[in-house]
């Protein structure tokens, strides 16, 4: 840069800065100023283009530049005292100059300022995390210093940081031109701000951390959301050690207790890493704990209750292909109420409560209703075999098909109706009987609901045939439905079949509950055992329905052959 250059640069800064005090003196109390108002909008835009000025300079290599626009932005506002980051409704906050409280508007400003210098140091990791000349590269790590200086303790880093991603979805700072400006156009791009704010803030809580402080971090919701891109950073800066630890210039012993003589830069930067890996997961744990705190204290949101129950009992009534067979052929029993009897099946299920709360992010809840459905499609294979007789024919001579065809007959000779073959899941049987619908072609028949068609195997001997999960198999069965067992049903929610509760609790209910359910402790003391409550739902599903058995004459089994088992 030559003398003019130089001269006119320097008239460009002064003349850019003079600005600053019509900004400065909308924050003085003078009546001839701006109102505060305006003076943070100026402060605004000013700011803006300091914040331009330093990027090109960055960018430029322009120590001299970088070093003197910095130095002014920073004796900005340099009389006010601020016991933490700065928010709008920060306490204590204090104008030596002017006296009194500071205003939020300048609160703002200055806000704006942690935040565009922020996104500067960003820019500066950027550069630095790719091969640089010698000489640019000691004055990234100069400028890096100067502007981490401005970040007095690890709180305020994170506390920047927070403020910088917010920043992203509404005050759209810079940062995303900046990147595009590296990248070719008229192409698809990623751009990598999240990950590189973050990597900001741990170098900048690198550089702070010492044995002792700070003792802990106040929780943040991000250490539990980003926890594994964190982990992933942490041990990235672990294997980069010789590229950022000069950045940082602290490759001095960590602990000032340490008797080692020289220092060992690897050792200390280590115990950096670990001390900071440290307090971002106490500060982890202490965020489960708020947000556990504020589900066992939430109200449950029913909208989010029926994003589960609607699915499940949908589900529940498209798996009710025995029912609905027994419907099309007469053979369901409708009763008013469970009858004195009923044992009943019940399915309990517990979930985090935080699924069903408001606040909840959680998606999928669909999924989750379609999944407790399953259990009532198993009841009813299950009650079905448990209603039939133990007993199956062996094949005294002939081949399957051939027995099959026999009993049919034997069945329809007693005066029986064949209108059920059941199978276990297996290819070669349903091959060997000729069974080839596979679930892939729709099954037509008189007996066949119209809406279970594909649940179907084929056709044999006129009789339908149909496959269930968990049946013997070692056998199959022939069933006159209506006289081989009975059916009885009451009312369910929806027509599903089944009833659906959702339980939550509070500290008197779940005190009662543990009470009644002594078993949920399982070693957990009593006040363990109520959080425990406090943060799940109770989800019951009961059958409305049950099977039992009937004639024994009319469901009659035959072996399968061994070499026939298990179609794998």
């Known amino acids: 840069m030559n003398h003019s250059e130089e001269l006119l640069l320097h008239q460009s800064v002064d003349h850019l800065f003079a600005a600053r005090w019509a900004v400065e003196s909308a924050f003085s109390g003078s009546s001839d100023a701006l109102t505060e108002d305006e003076g ?31 130095r002014k932005w920073e004796a900005m506002f340099d009389e006010v005292w601020l016991p933490a980051f700065p928010h709008a409704d920060l306490a204590h906050a204090f104008n030596e100059r002017r006296g009194g409280e500071v205003q939020s508007e300048l609160l703002a400003l200055l806000r704006r300022r942690e935040i565009l210098r922020f996104g500067l140091a960003m820019w500066v990791v950027h550069l630095l995390e790719r091969p640089q000349p010698v000489e640019r590269s000691a004055f990234l790590h100069t400028a890096f210093g100067v502007l981490a200086s401005q970040f007095p303790n690890v709180e ?111 050792r200390g930067w280590s115990q950096r890493l670990d001390r900071l890996a440290t307090l971002l997961a106490s500060g982890r744990e202490a965020q489960q704990d708020v947000e556990r705190e504020r589900v066992r204290n939430a109200s449950i949101d029913e909208t989010r209750l029926d994003e589960v129950r609607q699915p499940a009992l949908r589900s529940a009534a498209e798996y009710r292909v025995l029912r609905d067979t027994l419907a099309l052929q007469g053979n369901v029993n409708e009763l008013r109420e469970p009858p004195p009897d009923n044992a009943g099946l019940v399915a309990y299920n517990w979930a985090p409560k935080s699924f069903f709360v408001s606040e909840s992010g959680v998606l999928g809840l669909d999924m989750m209703g379609r999944d407790l459905a399953r259990s009532a499609r198993t009841a009813e294979a299950q009650q079905l075999f448990a209603a039939l007789p133990d007993v199956a024919s062996s094949l005294e001579q002939g081949d399957l098909r051939s027995a099959l065809s026999k009993t049919i007959e034997g069945m329809r000779t007693d005066g029986f109706h064949p209108s059920l073959i059941v199978l276990p899941i297996n290819w070669q049987v349903e091959r060997e009987l000729g069974l080839t619908a596979f679930g892939a072609t729709p099954v037509q028949h008189q007996t066949v609901p119209p809406s279970h068609q594909r649940d179907f195997c084929g056709i044999f001997e006129d009789v339908a045939a149909i496959d269930f999960a968990g049946a013997p198999d070692d056998r199959v069965w022939v069933l006159d439905l209506r006289e081989a067992i009975r059916f009885d049903e009451w009312p369910s929610d929806s027509d599903s079949g089944v009833r659906l509760e959702f339980r939550s609790f509070d500290e008197a209910s779940a005190a009662g509950f543990l009470s009644e359910h002594p078993e949920i402790r399982k070693g957990r003391t009593s006040e363990e055992a109520v959080r425990f409550l406090l943060e799940r739902v109770l989800i019951t599903m009961r059958l409305c329905w049950r099977i039992t058995g009937g004639n024994p004459r009319a469901a009659r089994a035959l072996e399968i052959p061994e070499e026939l088992r298990r179609g794998d």
């Open 40 to 70: 943070r909008d100026l402060g605004f835009s000013f700011f803006n283009a300091v914040n331009g000025l330093l990027k090109s300079a960055i960018d430029l290599a322009d120590e001299a530049t970088f070093a003197t626009v910095e």
């Open 156 to 266: 305020w880093v994170l506390d920047a940081y927070d403020a910088s991603t917010a920043a992203e979805e509404s005050d759209k700072p810079p940062w995303t031109m900046w990147f595009l400006a590296e990248l070719p156009d008229e192409a698809a791009h990623f751009i990598p701000t999240s990950e590189k704010l973050l990597l900001t803030a741990l170098l900048l809580c690198t550089r702070l951390v010492a044995p002792g402080e700070p003792s802990e971090l106040r929780p943040r919701d991000w250490f539990e959301w980003r926890h594994e891109e964190i982990q992933a950073l942490l041990g990235r800066l672990v294997q980069e050690r010789d590229r950022w630890q000069p950045v940082l210039g602290v490759a001095d012993a960590f602990d000032t207790t340490s008797t080692a003589t020289p220092p060992d830069p690897e």
